[in-house]
């Protein structure tokens, strides 16, 4: 397993371009965001104290959740192009075992997406830093490497899932670009979700990648939020958290942190379950 893995590893940094469209996701966000996104956003805002760093923590986290997925997506394109060249057979009739074949492709994938999002994680604290904000806190900053171990894990058991349906490149290279383009939309980053139709926002809220993005920012923006709401009534708070994706709302129950950790790690068991199902039925 350990040696499939080293292997994808060297496939996947030792193409500049790879990595690059890795990255791309990233530097698109903060693009738009740069240039129009975060004016927008702010015009809204001018009685909120501190808005600048409220609301470049509040994109950044989203980014760090889009992140978990983009990237793993890019790292198991790997095996779309195994399977493709044939080159899994030769896998399959070497004495490594199938288990530590899809073991290698998964930790992988891992190693991969945690990279990515941690070289992420340092452009948003930079950008961040760079119009006034702060650096997170050390307990801050330890516990949004956690939530990159929990986001990764989960969204790579997702990519996994949809990965083990492609044999050709040109299916899954049009898959990921799809992705790639919906990613932001279906994950609230762009817009706050409070600004979207009620059909939209529920897709939001039972999209795994959406909880992923609901634990960074209730991590990222709890410094910011203190100053800006300082004086706020809760019932302020509470409308601000939920419109903006902080928390979201079912029929009158909050989420909490636990909730979104639960649904991640349910997602998680759930899809690679469903990935290796999957997997052993077309090997029968």
Known sequence: MITIAARNLKLFFRDKTTVFFSLLGVIIIIGLYVL??????????????????LLDSWIMAGLLAVTSITTTMGAFGIMVDDRAN????????????????????????????????LIALVFAE????????????????MK????????VLSSSSMVFFMVSFFKS??????????????????????????S??????LAIKIFPVSHAGSLFRQVMMAEPMEVAFKDAPTE???????????????????TTMLTSVVILLATTALFYGLAILNISRKRK
């Open 36 to 53: 129009f996104l975060g004016d927008m956003l702010i015009s809204g805002m001018d009685e909120i104290e501190n808005a600048r760093f």
């Open 144 to 151: 949004v490497l956690g939530l990159i171990l929990l986001s």
């Open 86 to 117: 044939k080159i899994i057979k030769d896998f399959s009739s070497s004495p490594i075992k199938n288990r530590n074949l899809a073991g290698g492709y998964i930790v992988s994938a891992f190693v991969i997406g945690v990279i990515i999002s």
């Open 236 to 254: 302020s708070i509470e409308n601000f958290n939920q419109s903006m994706g902080v928390v979201f709302n079912f029929g009158g129950y909050t």
């Open 169 to 194: 490149q040109n299916a899954f290279a049009t898959a990921s670009t799809v992705i790639g383009t919906l990613i932001g939309f279906l994950t609230g980053i762009y817009i706050p979700i409070g």
């Open 196 to 201: 979207l139709p009620d059909t939209v926002q």
């Open 126 to 141: 930079v950008y961040i830093v760079s119009n006034g904000g702060q650096f997170l806190s050390f307990l801050a900053l």
